[in-house]
Nanobody, 120 residues
Framework: QVQLVESGGGLVQAGGSLRLSCAAS????????MGWYRRAPGKQLVAAIT?????NYADSVKGRFTISRDNAKNTVYLQMNSLKPEDTAVYYC????????????????WGQGTQVTVSA
């Protein structure tokens, strides 16, 4: 059974930093893209990274957030610097095209979400 477990959310003052982590567990063979979304409203892409290291960022976070990934650990990170009150949201980890061992098909999975609150 595949699970995405997020950690690292919390409360921080404007201008501060947080680092989110998301570890995928289970009998995982490969993951195409891993990313972070936030609800504000609906789920909006924050950042994504492919297995080859190509990244994509929302315009609102470019230059402040950095996404990285450890393929061996099936883990994705989001370093958030220069945080603003408008970054306050629940952040969700997403795995796109996750294949488990023995399966020819990839599926999408979501984490449970972690709250990030930035005070003015």
């Amino acid at each position: 059974q595949v699970q995405l477990v997020e950690s690292g959310g919390g409360l921080v003052q404007a201008g501060g930093s947080l680092r989110l982590s998301c570890a995928a567990s289970g009998s995982i063979f490969s993951i195409n893209t891993m990313g972070w979304y936030r609800r504000a409203p609906g789920k909006q892409l924050v950042a994504a990274i492919t297995s080859g290291g190509m990244t994509n960022y929302a315009d609102s976070v470019k230059g402040r957030f950095t996404i990285s990934r450890d393929n061996a650990k099936n883990t994705v990170y989001l370093q958030m610097n220069s945080l603003k009150p408008e970054d306050t949201a629940v952040y969700y980890c997403h795995a796109d095209g996750l294949r488990t061992v023995g399966s020819p098909y990839g599926y999408d999975y979501w984490g449970q979400g972690t709250q990030v609150t930035v005070s003015a």
